[in-house]
């Protein structure tokens, strides 16, 4: 009797000590929660799908404190805001926390998506409506009309907040451009238009020359090469007027309207130009097949490049020739401009152009399909910007090197060079034209483009 009784008080003392109150369970409940956000936090370092997950189950912890346990001490802090997990009050992680790793794991399973997040982050305004004005055609070429319209109205806003009238007219014909490659042509001449006002209010002379010949360029892209004549004609500064007639020239090839092309890059007084058009007209006589017509304009625009007195352009000129060369599979011609091209743009003395003509060079050698020459070169190219002392001529240089690395599909390289990117803009620019050149390279989402995706968005923290 006396053992039975002592097994009844054990009981009974199990009963009254082993039996939580609802603060005790209610705590339990938070420092479990407290722990999910903080593996929610480390997560997010390598997925934020995962990290999301972790913090829908914190939180699922302290509804269940507020459901379960009202009168709790915790639930009535909670009710009250004046708790936090870690950092965070709950309010926040419920409307900021959560929305916002919801964006981040969607964008790391899509480079569209990551793109447009990447866009929403930037400040500068004109950047930020062209690379809109890129994200929306991607989603038209996707079959998404809604959302690319959608976005280009976006991007028409944010260009029409911009206060310079030289950049706002530019970015205004940018849109105008992408309206047309997402099949709203009607848009198109409007925004073109509207882009030729604001131009005219520039103030000075050569800004005016630059934005004209900018929009001119615009009109011809979108197949109104007669009003890109109208426009060209405007245009006070003779480089300016140079580069108009190259763009239009190359407009009215790829029309097929040949005669009327080497007409208009007769008239290109400016040799950069001048070479630039010819290539053109002959890439466009190439792939039509007339091969013979092709390398006999390359042979003039080789001749042409052979006369512009600035190393840093003629390294491009002779580069862009190059390119032209391979393409109509004459490679070892190829090699030998290439080859003198990169010669030159080595006698190139200011760092900021010299990397710039560098990496340029190196895409041309990718197009050649010379890959080893374009790691060596970006390589260098990369040596030469770590020595420009100008801050945003420096970040403009990296951004440059980062997207020949995208271009040829060297991904993680192009995030390591963004990584030490300090110009805010310029890093969200180059990160969203990674993501962007992830699509048109018709690159599968497999767990090695998820990192990648990853890591663009960890880049903007």
Known sequence: MKKLSYYVIIYLGFLIFGCSSPDEKANKLFVEAAQLVEKAQEAEKTSYADA???????????????????????AVEIAQDKVKLGSYTIEEIKETVIPQTELKAEAEENPLTC??????TMEDAYDKSCILADIAVKYAEAGQGNKASEILSQALQVAKTIEDADDKSKALAYIAGKYAKAGQKDKTSEMLSQALQVAKTVKSAYRKSDALAYIAGKYAETGQ?????????????ADNKSEALANIAGEYAKAGQYDKALQVAKAIEDAFWKSLALDDIAGKYAETGRKSKASEILSQALQVAKTIEDVFWKSLALADIASEYAK??????????????????ETIEVAYRKSWALAYIAGKYAKAGQKDKTSEML????????TIEVSFLKSNALAHIAGEYAEVGQYDQALQVAKIIKDADDKARILADIAIKYIEAGQKVDDRAKKILHEIIIQLQ
Request: glycine share 2%; aromatic share 4%.
């Open 52 to 74: 999301l997950k972790l913090y829908k189950k914190a939180l699922e912890k302290i509804e269940r404190i507020q459901s379960k346990y009202p009168s709790s001490k915790l």
């Open 115 to 120: 793109a447009l997040f990447v866009a929403e």
């Open 225 to 237: 090469c007669n009003q890109a004549l109208q426009v060209a004609k405007t245009i006070g500064n």
């Open 328 to 345: 109509a599979g004459q490679k070892d011609k190829a090699s030998e401009i290439l080859s003198r091209a990169l010669q030159v743009a």
């Open 379 to 386: 390589s260098q190219a990369l040596q030469v910007a770590e």
